[in-house]
């Protein structure tokens, strides 16, 4: 009886140590093929991370995939995709968790090559420390310098400098001295303030988890000494109870719980909140933590149920926070941002932005300046590439909670995403407000649109014209506005060309201009429409995000998107301005059509073929929808 309850004494003790002890998450990164797989799958393997089974598995993948000949792969314990194994490369980021006697780990092994950039952008926003890895032969790389940045930009502060296959270089010292020296010089210009260099060889096991004969310079800690033994300060500050409200509970109408993460602070039941953006105050009611019980207090990374108790308009995308320490609430902000997509991001364009658990529209407004991951210079940019940094303002269309990322990741990291694919496209951290959302307000005017629209006895719209240079906007929208003058409308014209000889004569017609030159006329037609008027714009306008955005300015049934369905070469014969000549002979650079795309519109109100119909009719057509 005595052997039974020591044996659970003693399984009780063992639980409870593994249970109390410290978790560390940390990255592995750095450019193509410096062994990062290889270094995790060795820790792996060295620390007893792995059952039997798997090790198994692992010299049966190693035979059939390998790269060490009869040896063992390690690197076959992460790269788990079939095209990995195949390339021998890192795609996905893999997540392994792995112990030892005082901490236990989540590493995400990211990849190397400049497309997935994106993937180790993901692995490094949760990050507290990176292990970079540099290749003993090659030194610090483009890629290296970049994702460097990119760990230095989401807040982690701690670097291992593994310079790998050092036994391929003879492990010779100055080569490992050069390399120390040179990153401390990258490290300090990011602000990285720890780094620790250790020289190493994943694949022979060198310094990995004990100091190695053939270092026997290097007298620093093993790679998982400095795992184990690194201090990691908490990220950002104490800025006060934040809980991202992600799902509203209403079983019956005896009980509204707001359910969420908390993203930092503590809480219990008497303590006065303030729902964000809307500043109403209550107090806690209840806590109820994830199992169902109440509890008398919680903390960060907890989910949990809060009852107030005074019913408020809460909803997904609000914050509960501290009503003695309020988050602040702003629409403007300067941010840094990694673009990830494949088409450039474009200023101007509108995207869907999603902080903490709240979505949003924004655009950014104007790129600041690019960095050049190398050299960290700043550098004049209208557009971002893929995989490139830059400095932004952003605008979104309604005001949120937020802090500086600095200050606190889950409320000052933010993704974009694009509205067509919902593909995310682009990530960054929040640095401070341009402008406070309570600071501007619209001011109250006492003769609105309907007042207007009732003096002019017509109702205000948008017949928002878009097609080929050539294809007959300007001509039909011409006719349209003769007809309805004639017919005692008040109507006016907005043209692409007239335009740019005033508001855009400071845009030119590359893509981001070309943006810009829609954003701003769609809010003079909204203005127009504002007032009473009927408006014929007419503009190429060949993207649908910026038709899309457009549309989103005017009131149900305000918008008619006409499209001019003219094919190319029927335009391109017309060419009464001699464009597409110019454009054909290189003179006129992205030209729509000829080195620039048109984006048919997918769902027009009104599709105009100008071939088998005159103008006349189809100008007839466009005014018995506007007068419908």
Same mark, same amino acid.
């Given at each position: 009886m005595n052997a039974e309850r020591n044996a659970s004494a003693a399984v009780a003790a063992y639980l409870q140590q593994h249970e109390t002890r410290g978790l560390l998450r940390f990255?592995?990164?750095?450019?193509?093929?410096?062994?990062?797989?290889?270094?995790?799958?060795?820790?792996?393997?060295?620390?007893?991370?792995?059952?039997?089974?798997?090790?198994?598995?692992?010299?049966?993948?190693?035979?059939?995939?390998?790269?060490?000949?009869?040896?063992?792969?390690?690197?076959?314990?992460?790269?788990?995709?079939?095209?990995?194994?195949?390339?021998?490369?890192?795609?996905?980021?893999?997540?392994?968790?792995?112990?030892?006697?005082?901490?236990?780990?989540?590493?995400?092994?990211?990849?190397?090559?400049?497309?997935?950039?994106?993937?180790?952008?993901?692995?490094?926003?949760?990050?507290?420390?990176?292990? !970079?890895?540099?290749?003993?032969?090659?030194?610090?790389?483009?890629?290296?310098?970049?994702?460097?940045?990119?760990?230095?930009?989401?807040?982690?502060?701690?670097?291992?400098?593994?310079?790998?296959?050092?036994?391929?270089?003879?492990?010779?010292?100055?080569?490992?001295?050069?390399?120390?020296?040179?990153?401390?010089?990258?490290?300090?210009?990011?602000?990285?303030?720890? !780094?620790?260099?250790?020289?190493?060889?994943?694949?022979?096991?060198?310094?990995?988890?004990?100091?190695?004969?053939?270092?026997?310079?290097?007298?620093?800690?093993?790679?998982?000494?400095?795992?184990?033994?690194v201090q990691i300060q908490p990220h950002g500050r104490d800025v006060g109870f934040r809980l991202p409200v992600q799902w509203v509970n209403r079983p019956h109408q005896d009980f509204r719980g707001f359910v969420g993460t908390i993203a930092s602070g503590a809480v219990k039941p008497g303590d006065e909140v303030v729902a964000l953006p809307s500043g109403r105050r209550s107090r806690v009611a209840r806590v109820i933590a994830a199992g169902g019980d109440d509890a008398t207090a919680a903390s960060a990374d907890q989910a949990v149920t809060l009852t107030l108790t005074d019913e408020l308009d809460i909803s997904r995308g609000d914050v509960i926070a501290s009503a003695a320490q309020p988050a602040q609430v702003a629409d403007q902000f300067a941010a840094h941002l990694l673009w990830m997509g494949d088409q450039p991001l474009l200023p101007g364009r509108p995207y869907w932005l999603r902080i903490g658990t709240r979505k949003v529209s924004a655009s950014v407004t104007e790129i600041k300046h690019r960095i050049d991951v190398n050299t960290q210079e700043q550098l004049a940019a209208k557009h971002l590439g893929l995989n490139e940094v830059g400095y932004c303002n952003l605008h979104l269309d309604q005001p949120v909670a937020f802090e500086a990322y600095v200050d606190n990741r889950a409320l000052g990291g933010f993704i974009l995403i694009d509205r067509q694919t919902n593909a995310t496209v682009g990530a960054g951290t929040l640095d401070f407000a341009l402008r406070r959302a309570g600071n501007i307000h619209w001011q109250h005017v006492d003769v609105d649109k309907a007042a207007r629209a009732r003096s002019k006895a017509q109702v205000p719209r948008c017949a928002w014209f878009t097609g080929l240079s050539g294809s007959g906007k300007s001509s039909i929208a011409n006719l349209v506005e003769k007809r309805l003058h004639a017919m005692g409308h008040h109507c006016y014209i907005l043209d692409g060309d007239n335009v740019r000889h005033g508001l855009n004569k400071d845009l030119g017609f590359t893509d981001e201009d070309r943006v810009e030159n829609i954003r701003r006329v769609a809010e003079v037609a909204r203005l127009m429409v504002d007032a009473g008027l009927i408006v014929l714009v007419s503009f190429i306008s060949p993207f649908r995000a910026e038709r899309r955005m457009a549309r989103a300015l005017f009131d149900v049934d305000e918008f008619i998107e006409v499209f001019v369905s003219t094919p190319l070469e029927v335009a391109e014969g017309r060419d009464v301005k001699g464009l597409y000549a110019k454009a054909r002979a290189g003179s006129i650079p992205n030209f729509t059509g000829i080195d620039s795309p048109y984006e048919v519109p997918e769902r027009a109100e009104l599709v105009l073929d100008t071939v088998e119909q005159t103008p006349e009719a189809l100008a007839q057509l466009v005014i018995d929808r506007l007068l419908e």
């Open positions: 990255i592995t990164c750095g450019s193509v093929d410096d062994g990062k797989s290889t270094l995790i799958g060795r820790l792996l393997v060295e620390t007893r991370g792995l059952f039997d089974d798997q090790l198994a598995a692992l010299d049966g993948d190693s035979r059939r995939h390998g790269t060490q000949g009869d040896a063992i792969d390690y690197a076959l314990l992460l790269d788990g995709l079939q095209a990995e194994r195949e390339q021998g490369i890192t795609i996905d980021v893999a997540y392994r968790f792995f112990g030892i006697q005082h901490r236990r780990f989540i590493v995400a092994d990211c990849p190397g090559h400049e497309q997935y950039t994106r993937n180790m952008a993901t692995g490094a926003s949760t990050a507290d420390l990176a292990v !970079v890895l540099v290749d003993a032969r090659k030194g610090l790389l483009t890629q290296t310098r970049r994702h460097s940045y990119i760990a230095a930009l989401l807040g982690i502060r701690h670097v291992l400098l593994a310079v790998n296959k050092m036994d391929l270089v003879e492990y010779d010292q100055a080569v490992f001295e050069g390399i120390r020296e040179s990153y401390g010089v990258l490290a300090g210009q990011l602000g990285i303030d720890h !780094v620790t260099a250790i020289p190493l060889s994943a694949l022979e096991g060198d310094n990995l988890l004990l100091r190695s004969p053939n270092t026997p310079w290097y007298q620093g800690p093993s790679v998982i000494e400095h795992l184990e033994g």
